[in-house]
């Protein structure tokens, strides 16, 4: 019986595992504070594609800065325009990010589901899919071209 308690029990981060999530959590607020605030159409601070830059094709993560900065500005439908994937990073995003925030104040985070191997390849197909979609100049793909 007490074997059972022992294994139901939450495991507890130490001081540095902790220390560390606080680091997460104030970079994805920094990051997510620049992007905010800066104008990735308009500020030459953020990194430009090199995919696109050298080829001329667009990766999965193409728009993805812009996205973001219409999605914290409240325009949903340009945030999907610039990437359609922009609803599952962001959720993504925010699991992580609440994940990371309990397990600075708790000691114990929540289930990360996306670490799980069958979510990655299920991830990585899709970007793979979206990815080659994007980049088919024929009408109804052209509009997933950011």
Same mark, same amino acid.
Not at 80 to 104: C, E, H, K, Q, Y
Not at 108 to 122: D, E, Q
Not at 127 to 138: A, E
């Given at each position: 019986?007490?074997?059972?308690?022992?294994?139901?029990?939450?495991?507890?981060?130490? &001081?540095?595992?902790? %220390?560390?999530? $606080?680091g997460g959590v104030l970079s994805l607020v920094g990051g997510?504070?620049?992007?905010?605030?800066?104008?990735?159409? @308009?500020?030459? %601070?953020?990194?430009?594609?090199?995919?696109?830059?050298? /080829?001329?094709?667009?990766?999965?993560?193409?728009?993805?800065?812009?996205?973001?900065?219409? %999605?914290?500005?409240?325009?949903?439908?340009? $945030?999907?325009? &610039?990437?359609?994937?922009?609803?599952?990073?962001?959720?993504?995003?925010? +699991?992580?990010?609440?994940?990371?925030?309990?397990? /600075?104040?708790?000691?114990?985070? %929540? @289930?990360? +589901?996306? /670490?799980?191997?069958? &979510?990655?390849?299920?991830?990585?197909?899709?970007?793979?899919?979206?990815?080659?979609?994007?980049?088919?100049?024929?009408?109804?793909?052209?509009?997933?071209?950011?």
């Amino acid at each position: 019986m007490q074997r059972e308690a022992e294994i139901t029990r939450p495991i507890y981060s130490s &001081f540095s595992e902790r %220390l560390l999530a $606080a680091g997460g959590v104030l970079s994805l607020v920094g990051g997510s504070a620049m992007v905010a605030y800066f104008d990735p159409n @308009k500020a030459n %601070l953020f990194p430009v594609c090199p995919l696109f830059t050298l /080829t001329g094709f667009a990766c999965p993560g193409c728009g993805l800065t812009r996205g973001f900065h219409a %999605l914290f500005h409240g325009d949903i439908v340009t $945030a999907i325009d &610039f990437n359609a994937m922009v609803p599952i990073w962001a959720v993504i995003i925010a +699991w992580v990010f609440v994940s990371l925030l309990l397990l /600075t104040v708790r000691g114990a985070g %929540l @289930k990360m +589901w996306p /670490t799980n191997p069958r &979510f990655l390849w299920v991830m990585m197909i899709g970007m793979v899919i979206f990815g080659v979609l994007r980049n088919i100049p024929v009408y109804p793909l052209t509009i997933l071209f950011p």
